[in-house]
């Protein structure tokens, strides 16, 4: 609740990019309460607010300063305590994986409990506890942490007309991007960057419009969007031609050039689900049942795609999973060759049959 409180407040610095700011100020006049009377204030601010309303409420807190990654790395050898340019809270004995300790973000609008920008995770910095000042590095994220999910029916005609609804689900960094840009620039916003997203995934000749997006201002629920899907798919003598990847349809070969100097950093890891859930119309036919499709780099990425049949029903299911931060350069090719692999595997399409009409019919 006291975490909410802050997150409610007028964040003074949160700048268009969505990155949290630095060298913001720190605590008013040397006092926290300010905030309190004006309902605003910084990043920083509303972190120190939080820190000092924690310890009110008898938590045991402790502030945890750090360098953002979105602006530079932390050095213990340059002793200048200005790269330490963000605040965040540790509370020992409550959160976290054990329940040791929870480390929270409350000058990160829109981040939920426990979940830091990710900037701040995987950064380095110190914390400072009523006994000791150590240096530390934030935990990185897990892929499971920042997810989209893709999931709902859709009826196939025979001439190869798609229509249904779906709903996407976004859990993470992709939450918390969308919502930030809800804040700055309203709903219609976040539906039109969903709909733009959508369409660079989705099968050549369908489209998919967001209707309406649930829980744009609420960071504790899964940020969803409904999507109506209509067009038609690809259909040529008596057959048409369903996508193995739905939403992976469009996706290109991320990695394409063969060498590397620089290590790779995609920010955070990610992982991206679909189960689509084909409803054929009588007559139609799935001509041969494809081969299920694994690529495995791990522990950085893994991929596995299958399709189940049972009457007329074709269900879809794609699990690609990126499991790093950062990545050396030496490890790229392998990076590279998965890519390529997941690529080809994402534009195969499998046949439908449509059932020939009988004479007089």
């Known amino acids: ?85 963000t605040v965040l ?63 709902g029916e859709l009826n196939v005609e025979p001439g190869g007309m798609v229509l249904g609804i779906l709903k996407v689900a976004f859990i993470g960094q992709k939450a918390l991007e969308l919502r930030q840009l809800g804040v700055r620039n309203g709903a219609d916003a976040v539906k039109d960057a969903v709909d733009q997203l959508l369409a660079k995934e989705v099968p050549q000749g369908v489209q998919a419009k967001v209707d309406h997006i649930d829980f744009l201002g609420d960071p504790s629920h899964q940020l969803l969007a409904i999507v109506n899907v209509s067009g038609s798919l690809a259909a040529s003598g008596g057959h048409i031609a369903l996508p193995r990847a739905f939403f992976g349809n469009g996706e290109v070969d991320p990695f394409p050039q063969e060498n590397r100097v620089e290590p790779v950093d995609a920010r955070y890891p990610a992982e991206d689900q679909e189960q689509i859930t084909y409803l054929l119309a009588p007559g139609l036919s799935l001509q041969a049942k494809p081969q299920d499709a694994s690529v495995n780099d791990a522990p950085n990425a893994v991929y596995q795609a299958k399709v189940t049949t ?35 595997f994402d534009k195969q399409q499998f046949a439908l049959n449509a059932a020939q009409a009988g004479k007089g019919q």
Not at 78 to 83: G, I, S, T, V, Y
Not at 127 to 145: E, F, G, H, I, N
């Open 1 to 85: 609740k006291i975490y909410l409180f802050v997150q409610n407040l007028e964040n003074t610095d949160f700048n268009g990019n969505g990155v949290p700011s630095i060298g913001s100020g720190w605590v008013p006049d040397g006092h926290v309460d300010r905030l309190l009377e004006t309902k605003k204030g910084t990043s920083n601010q509303i972190a120190f607010l939080y820190l000092a309303l924690a310890r009110a409420a008898g938590l045991d807190a402790h502030p945890v300063r750090i360098a953002s990654r979105s602006h530079c790395i932390f050095s213990t050898s340059f002793l200048n305590a200005d790269q330490l340019d």
């Open 89 to 151: 809270v540790a509370l020992d004995g409550i959160g976290g994986q054990d329940g040791s300790q929870a480390l929270v973000d409350p000058g990160a609008k829109m981040a939920p409990f426990e979940t830091l920008h990710w900037a701040h995770a995987g950064a380095g910095g110190i914390t400072m506890d009523r006994s000791k000042v150590q240096t530390l590095v934030t935990p990185l994220q897990k892929a499971t942490d920042n997810m989209t999910l893709h999931v």
């Open 310 to 344: 049972k009457g007329g029903t074709v269900v879809s299911t794609r699990v690609l999973a990126r499991g790093f931060t950062l990545l050396d350069a030496k490890d790229y090719a392998s990076l590279s060759d998965f890519y390529g692999k997941v690529a080809a």
